[in-house]
């Protein structure tokens, strides 16, 4: 099966970002953060086009400034409520009514600076050369999910899993992997007509390892990548 050829690049930014706040236009490595993200996607040669989805002026600017598109999202689907499937839903109505043909998208979240066009080129070949119904990028999970604990409805700590999980060496279990929110694929008539979200079955895992994995959502993690970039 061939590359998909008309997939095109949809990036939620808004501009109320509430853990770090302003975050899509904060700098890095010398640029704004959206700006990695436009880039790595503007050097992705399965991509046909990108657009940035956002309510905020300075967003746009910078998207702009960096190669992007721009849809201006209305202000009630740029909530603290609001979703980024619904943000993707409109962006694809407004690039349909702007005359744009294309069969795929690949949701791209500007907080994945270190996600790059070799990374999304990787992606999109593997998705197209399987039978899948949506791609996501994922790391293997820090934390394993049969070693942690919870609260009963009694205040008792308890075994997430079960208690003999809780001694048991973490290579005896079976690895698991957490989204890291770089890449999210899937073709546009079953995101609108099958889907709830960006997870349809069959999926296709991406793995990226944790160092490219990172996501800015703390000024430490703005750091972190700093650092990593500067590397």
């Known amino acids: 099966m061939a590359a998909p050829l008309r ?15 302003r975050k899509n236009v904060l700098p890095l ?21 990108v657009w940035v989805s956002t309510d905020d002026a300075e967003i746009a600017a910078a998207a702009r400034l960096a190669g992007a598109g721009v849809i201006d999202r209305p202000a009630e689907l740029a909530l603290d409520t609001s979703t980024s499937s619904d943000a993707v839903a409109h962006a694809i109505g407004a690039l349909r009514q702007e005359g744009h043909d294309f069969s795929h998208f690949a949701l791209l979240q500007p907080t994945s600076p270190l996600r790059t066009a070799a990374h999304l080129t990787e992606c ?3 998705f197209a050369a399987g039978d899948f119904a949506s791609a996501i990028s994922v790391c293997e999970s820090e934390h394993h999910p049969q070693k942690m604990l919870k609260l009963a409805d009694d205040g008792r700590l308890v075994p997430f ?6 001694q048991r060496r973490r290579q005896d279990l079976p690895a ?16 609108l007509t099958r889907a709830e979200g960006f997870y349809l079955e069959p999926a296709m895992a991406y793995v990226m390892s944790h160092r490219d994995s990172i996501d800015i959502d703390t000024a430490t993690d703005l750091l972190v990548a700093e650092a990593l970039l500067a590397r």
């Open 7 to 21: 997939t095109v690049a949809i990036l939620t930014a808004r501009g109320g970002s509430k853990g770090l706040p």
């Open 29 to 49: 490595a010398g640029k704004p953060l959206i700006a990695h993200t436009v880039e790595a996607a503007l050097g992705c040669p399965l991509i046909a086009g």
């Open 124 to 126: 999109l070949e593997q």
């Open 161 to 166: 899993s079960e208690a003999a999980d809780l």
């Open 176 to 191: 698991v992997y957490r989204q890291n929110g770089a890449i999210y694929v899937m073709a546009v008539e079953d995101f």
